[in-house]
């Protein structure tokens, strides 16, 4: 008799009463649900926080099993965003331009209130005229339905182009960083049809819910990431806990080998790149409602180079890991940058943090894969006894894992 | 007796360097066959182009009885017609445990959709382990494969290619950093293996090659010099020149 998944992996079922801990904790201490301890845009921050666990959860799939360090998933993230703001934008300038052409002698025609929330949407790059990338905006499950098809359909034709050439290492990176870049400076240009700099705005009003508060709205999209995270975080281990996961650590450790037993390494690297593209988008998808705003320079390639040291620094190859670093890195970020950290005066200089604490990030990102390549994962194989031999001496054998000098002798 | 793998007039050339030069030759359905030559005879050429690593510049590679030819097949639909290789160097997935190594490796559908719905029955279980215990591993199952000797691991490597089911064996050296005991127990494993398949064993060690007592073919320059029995081709004037006059 076999095992059931849960009790296989303990730690999925620990991860789940975690987080339902914290969302019920979270909900208690709000400003709708409780006693208002915590301020709506600190849930609102929370709630992003969980989205940028779901897309590290996808970057640590990707890069800590199947071994791609992609450089693009913040791009399918923003992407996800991008399609949701389109509607919310578009369906809010409805509800506007309906609501002032209400008062006209005669009731609007539909071209009339189109008119109205083109010129109302496009005013700020000079345009009257709604581009073809709106056609589905008006709908919601259409839009919906986008914010899986686009990035999911690109990552599906890069993948393939990318790794049908056999593109590995260090190049695909590349690749994936001047994929990202391009898609940016695509969206930066006001005649790509998504308002360029300015990008899409007040996403945070939701339509049809204008009468409900911003407190309320916030706890909502908070429940909303954290269902998101315990499904995909399910999803996940269930991916990677039988013989799917088995063949993505071997196709990460020596994928030539991988295709000598018969697997075809290209459409399983094809499959958990696009995979890991759609779950990116569904999270930019939820994060950008509660940031309100979506500009290209969210998927500038720093943004995916930010997901990669998350990962490392929680523990590539662990998903609890990839959440802790997300969490933890992000958090402490917007506690720096926010000004709230205190300057240090060394006398002759003052650090102040906001603009060093890219500087202390950059230093922690080397420190740990130098130090501690485990990152902060790596923390509970140390608290359960688990150590990682320190092997030093010349190898005995030809094989790498073959018994170095010293643990011979010992 | 009709060929297992046929490989007729091939050749291929690396940057102006005929690597394999117009080789032919047959190998039947169960049959031990050593392949010896210098450095530079096109051994390892020879093996990467039946398994699709390299595509040659002409000639045809066919393999089973319906004639499929090689040459328009990716590396794993080589694989999964029944072929496998074992390389000089055992490479097992270290970071993994030795059951889940041979389930890797064991004969199922390989496409990525089957092996996410894939879950082990009890059947595949117990093959594991009688495979584990075929190779010497039956009480290191749980282990990381990582942690093994390195002969361990050599048979762990030969494990999974019979988990693979392959019809076709190329073996790159096996007996390379051995010792006297495991290169017995080895010779033992491949004559064993060839009574069921066909196994090419590609090898530097005379001595080696001389307690496999088989048929055997000498490489140079790309193509065959010699083929027969190892005392057969060991007195020939050119094999000697070439290649066991440098002694």
Redesign the interface.
Known sequence: MRQGFLSRNPSVLVFLLILALFTLGVTLLSHAYGSAFLSTSFIKTLGKTLCLCLVALAMDLVWGYAGILSLGHMAFFALGGYMIGMWLMYARTEEIVVQALANAPLPATPQEISNGVASQIFGVVGGAELPAVWTFAHSLPLQLALVVLVPGLLALAFGWLAFRSRVTGVYLSILTQAMTLALALHLFQNDSGLRGNNGLSGLQNIPGLGGVSQDRLSVWFFWASAAALALGYLLAAW?VS???G??L??IR??E??V???????E??KL?IFTFTAVVAAVAGALYYPQAGIINPAELAPIASIYLAVWVAIGGRGRLYGAVIGAAFVSLLSTWFTGGRAPDVNLGFATIQWVDWWQILLGLAFVLVTLLAPQGIGGLFDWAAGLRHPARRGAPL???????QEREATE | MSALLEVSGVSVTFDGFRAINNLSFNIGAQELRAIIGPNGAGKTTFMDIV?G?TRPDEGSVTFGERSVSLLAL????I??EGI??K?Q???V????TVF?NL???LKKP???FS??F???SGRDAARVEELAAEVGLGDHLARK??????GQ?QWLEIG?LLA?EPRLLLVDEPA??MTLAEREHTTALLVEMAKTRAVVVVEHDMEFVRRLNCKVTVLHEGSVLAEGSLDHVTKNPAVIEVYLGRG
């Open positions: 991916l039988g013989k799917f088995s063949v650590r071997a450790d020596d030539q080998r295709r000598f037993l018969g697997y075809s390494v459409g399983y499959f054998g030809p094989a790498e894992g073959a018994l | 398994t690593k990716s590396e794993s639909r694989a999964q496998g290789r390389f160097r055992p490479t997935f270290e970071d993994q889940d389930m890797m490796a390989r496409s990525p092996v996410l894939f879950r082990p494969s990582g942690e093994l000797s390195h691991k999974m693979q390379a950093g």
